[in-house]
């Protein structure tokens, strides 16, 4: 093979493997990056402004992919405050998007089911809405 078309061939290959991906192309990627089985972090949500003063939310979850391998189910435990400690959400994915998100209260040792409506508002005194 003579220079030119070693330098034709190398330059094809490198443009193809080095081309950015289209749009569709990384969605796909973000969809397989995201479905790692199973994952636990812990995290803190500081929560204040507007004259009030900041509350510190420190939580744990744990997220599992589901036996279909595209819904999860989402556990958050939460540790500080003390108005919150040890009280938990369970967020289950569903098929249609009709997810059900349970929430475990210690104090009264009971679980109660957040109704879809009520799932669009605040997530534990913050920005942040129940989905995720």
């Not at 493997?17 to 199973?38: L, S, T, V, Y």
């Not at 402004?49 to 420190?58: A, L």
């Not at 391998?69 to 919150?84: D, I, K, M, Q, S």
Request: some cysteine.
């Amino acid at each position: 093979m003579n220079r030119l078309a070693a330098a034709a061939a190398f330059q094809f290959f490198a443009t193809a493997a080095w081309a950015a991906p289209d749009a569709r192309g990384i969605m796909a990627m973000n969809e397989e990056a995201r479905r790692i089985r199973d994952v636990s972090s812990s995290a803190t949500i500081a929560t204040g402004g507007g004259g009030s003063s900041d509350k510190v939310k420190r939580f744990t979850w744990w997220r599992k992919l589901g036996a279909d391998g595209v819904r999860f189910n989402t556990l958050t435990r939460f540790h500080a405050p003390a108005e919150v400690r040890d009280e938990g959400i369970l967020f289950l994915e569903q098929p249609g998007g009709e997810n059900e998100v349970l929430l475990y209260l210690p104090n009264f040792k009971k679980v109660r089911r957040v109704e879809s409506q009520a799932q669009s508002g605040s997530f534990m005194g913050s920005e942040q809405s129940w989905c995720i």
